[in-house]
């Protein structure tokens, strides 16, 4: 077995996810990433930037609705590397539902991936990871923090995470492992861009403007710190949810 650590990264084709792959590269992280079939996202370029920064990565497919696809993913990890030592859960969905649209199904298809399937994921990184090791799961300020119209079974599955990584961050604790989460705020991302169901390019213009950074965020500023909240600097961080937003939520309004 290899003393190079090992991280297994749901929704690693595009945004947060490949910006995470790559930041963990030049941190002498190998990585798992798992890639939904369907995805329009080639994982291949993840893997490239990856090898390019000096890192190793492997891809996955992967439905986090699926509990056998969870595991056969972490799987992955011990088969590759032969470890498996931080888990995060960033695989998600985004749709726009107003609450007269918002039907049984559609309820059900976004929580079956934003929070059950994060449930699904650190279980089956709980069942692997020893001590020393860390989870991180992605909320949103949306639910985490916000409300945000036409778009409550979103914000619900995020505030819910919110509550998954603080109780088992307290389960995990006498066995070495720590569990926290992000809350980002408003960042460039194939989903924020998505004019459909979130903001789009223009959106998120015009809302980069009330931000006091004076603009969105990137995904690498969000990659850095899930990697600090795994390393040993944040040993004794757990339970916690770290807002990465450049001011917005803390910003008084006139």
């Known amino acids: 077995m ?3 650590k090992v991280v297994g990264i749901t929704g690693g084709a595009s945004g947060i996810g490949r910006a995470l792959a790559v930041c963990y590269a030049r941190r002498g992280v190998s990585s798992v990433i798992g890639v939904l079939p369907t ?3 080639d994982p291949s370029e993840t893997v490239r930037l990856v090898t390019e920064a000096g890192g190793h990565c492997v891809v996955q497919e992967l439905d986090v609705r699926i509990t056998s696809s969870v595991d056969d993913f972490a799987d992955r990890a011990l088969s590759e ?24 199904a559609r309820w059900n298809d976004m929580l079956e991936v934003d929070l059950t399937g994060v449930m699904r994921t650190l279980r089956a ?32 599955s995020k505030a819910g995470t919110l509550g998954l990584v603080r109780s088992f961050a307290v389960e995990l604790a006498p066995r070495g492992v720590r ?28 809302a980069g403007r009330d931000i006091p950074w004076g603009r969105v965020g990137k995904p690498e500023e969000v990659a850095s710190v899930i990697a ?14 770290l807002v990465v937003d450049g001011g917005l939520t803390v910003k008084m309004r006139a």
């Open 2 to 4: 290899s003393d190079r």
């Open 39 to 41: 995805d329009p996202h």
């Open 81 to 104: 590397f032969g470890r498996l030592d931080y888990m995060i859960a960033n695989a998600g969905i985004l749709r726009r539902a107003s609450i007269s649209d918002l039907t049984d």
């Open 125 to 156: 990184g709980a069942e692997r990871i020893g001590s020393g090791g860390a989870m991180v799961a992605i909320s949103s300020i949306a639910g985490g923090i916000y409300g945000w119209e036409e778009h409550g079974h979103y914000a619900a």
């Open 179 to 206: 569990v926290n989460a992000i809350i980002p705020g408003l960042i460039e991302t194939p989903q924020s861009l998505d004019p459909v169901n979130s903001l789009g390019p223009e959106g998120l213009l015009r």
């Open 228 to 241: 600090f909240l795994t390393s040993s600097d944040a040993n004794y961080i757990t339970g916690q949810a």
